[in-house]
C-alpha cells in the first residue's frame, strides 16, 4: 500500500502522517458529472478510506465528452452514474471503501447521506442542493467545497463552519430559473469542469490532511481565456445560515418537480411512494407501451414520450423542460 501511494507521500504536504489521514477519512461527494467524476476518480486513487457518491441520474451519450469515469458499456447496460460510478472506482482502488448511492439528494436524506462524513464536495448542477448542502455543513459542523463550471469557466470555495463565509453570504437566494445559465444554453468544455474538479480534489486533500495553507477565497478561472482570478468573500450581516436558520433544510423551499442541467429532461419525485415494485410496474405499463427494466432503473416509452423510473418511485421525464407536462404524465402512468 506505501507502494501504492509512494509518490504523493513524498511531497511533503502529505508525507506518511497526511496519508494515513486520508486513508482514515470519509468523503462524500454530491453530485456525480463531470466534477463529480474527476473528484472521485482523483480521491479514490489517493487513497481517501470512504468515498460515497451521491448520484439521481443515468448516463447518456452526451456525458461521455466531459464524465471520464463512464463509458459506451455502462449506457448499454443501462447504469445509474452512481452505480457506475462504484463499479469502476473499484477496480480503480480496491483498498477504498466506494459506496454509489442512487437517489435525488433533497432535505428529507441529506442528513442520513452525511452521517460520519469529514468533508462533502460539490459536484452539482444546481443551487437548490447547493444551498441544502450549505445548511447540512453549518448545523454539524462538516466543511464543504462549493464547485461549478459551465461553458469554459467555473468557480470553487471552501466553507469551513466557524471560520469562513458561508455559500449564503455570497449567494443569497436560488437564482430564478431561467436566469441562471445551464449546460443546455451555453454548452461546457471539458478542462473548465476538469479545472474546478482537480482544485476542489486538491483543497479536499488540504483539508483531511489538516494543511495550514486552506483556501479562504473564491477561485473563479476560464480556461478559453486564460483567465484566473481570486475575490475576498465577506461575511452577510443577516445570513440565515450563519445566524443557525436552516431554510433548505427545513424543507422551506421544497420541490416536488425541477428541470435537469444539460439534458432537456424533468424531474418528478412522490415522497408517498416508498418502494416501486418493476415486475408489478411492467405488468401494468406494458399494455399501453414499451417496457423493459434492470435492478436498477425501468424504462417507459409512450406516445413519443420516454421516462425512466427508479426503485423509489422518481422519475425522469426525457425530453421536455415542462414541469407540468412531466407532472401529469407521471400522474396518469405512474400514479399520482
Ligand atoms: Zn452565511
Redesign the pocket.
Known sequence: MIDRYSRQIIFPGIGEEGQRRLGNSCVVIIGCGALGTIIATSLVRAGVGKVKIADRDFIEYHNLQRQVLFDEDDIKNGLPKAIAAEQHLKRVNSSVEVEGIVTDVNFTNIERLITGADLILDGLDNFETRMLINDVSLKHKIPWIYGGAISSYGMTMNIIPGET??F??FQPAVPTSGFAPTCDTAGVISPAPFIIGSLETTEAMKILVGAKEINRQLICIDVWSGRFDRFEIA??PG?P??LGRYEFLEGKFGVRTSSLCGQNAVQVLNPEIERVSFKELEAHLKVVGDVSYNEFMLHFKVDGREMVIFPDGRAIVKNTADESLARGLYSKYIGA
Open positions: 463565509p458561508c449564503r453570504c461575511p452577510r445570513c445560515t450563519c
